[in-house]
């Protein structure tokens, strides 16, 4: 394993993590919201059973990167192609999960001459798009918490900061009580201590400092992308669960019908926890085939 700052011509600095086989072909892990560079055990040894060099980062505002105030999905794909060139790699896979999934879909239409193939898993669609209803079937917190986004901007902002403060010290136990709402039987089946302590890291260490970026994760969700799915012409993957409280099995079916020539793994037995724990070893090794 080994971290790296990169520093960007604009002057923010992104922090950087990678794993795997070292001289592999290369797969960027974009992580969900909120989260952090770090990555899955399970998934770096699949990564390196394959020959990846699976590469993770905190988005803006997470851990040791530089906020940038105001971002949207597109600007992911700039971030993810100057992490390339400081690490000398040409050309690369994606997969991003939860919030980390529009952002995969960003470098497919932003970055054809880079990316061999991109995949969403259990990532959001946009919001307002006509055939969607955004908050329809989410869970309570997770729609409690958009609608006063949306409704009073300036509490919702100074809730996330107390939100982030509240998640870098709770219990595996208090952090379990807080995602009742959004946990499906089928995703409590898998949530081990193990899984949960991995969440647990992971969280801590993307609001070390504040919750800069979950706020700009979850506004980036409800603004235009900057981005047009339509455009999209490399191979991608779209993944659903139909037990997913977090982000809704109609966002996956609503992305499966409008990126064009998508691969859709729509499964109405999966949740939102059981695609990042189960389904990344085949996301691997269709990524790894397009090389």
């Not at 592999?24 to 020959?51: C, M, N, W």
């Not at 969403?120 to 729609?143: I, K, R, T």
């Not at 901007?153 to 219990?171: G, H």
Request: net charge negative.
């Amino acid at each position: 394993m080994h971290e790296y700052t990169v520093g960007l011509e604009d002057g923010r600095v992104l922090r950087v993590r990678e794993d795997g086989d070292a001289a592999g072909r290369s797969i960027f892990s974009l992580h969900g919201t909120p989260g952090s560079r770090l990555l899955y055990p399970q998934h770096v040894e699949d990564a390196r059973s394959k020959g990846l060099r699976l590469i993770g980062y905190d988005r803006p505002g997470y851990g040791g990167s530089s906020t940038q105030r105001g971002r949207n999905h597109a600007n992911v794909a700039a971030d993810v192609v100057a992490i390339a060139d400081f690490l000398g790699i040409d050309r690369f896979g994606v997969w991003g999960h939860s919030g980390g999934g529009a952002p995969a879909l960003a470098c497919a239409a932003l970055l054809p001459d880079r990316v061999v193939g991109a995949v969403s898993l259990a990532g959001v669609a946009p919001f307002g798009v006509p055939g969607l209803d955004f908050l329809g079937g989410m869970g309570e917190l997770n729609v409690e918490d958009f609608q006063l986004m949306l409704r009073d901007r300036p509490a919702w902002e100074a809730k996330t900061e107390q939100d982030a403060a509240i998640l870098t010290k709770a219990t595996i136990e208090e952090l379990e009580q807080m995602l009742a709402s959004l946990i499906s039987d089928v995703d409590r089946s898998v949530l081990t201590r193990e899984v949960a302590e991995f969440m647990q890291a992971e969280g801590r260490e993307g609001l070390r400092e504040h919750g800069d970026g979950m706020r700009d994760d979850n506004l980036s969700d409800v603004a235009p992308w900057g981005f047009d799915l339509a455009s999209i012409r490399i191979p991608t993957q779209i993944w659903h669960g139909g037990q997913d409280k977090f982000v809704p099995y109609s966002h996956g079916q609503w992305l499966a019908t409008h990126v064009p020539g998508t691969e859709a793994h729509l499964d109405p037995s999966e949740g939102h926890l059981t695609l990042f724990l189960r389904k990344l070893p085949d996301v691997h090794a269709w990524l790894a085939s397009k090389f």
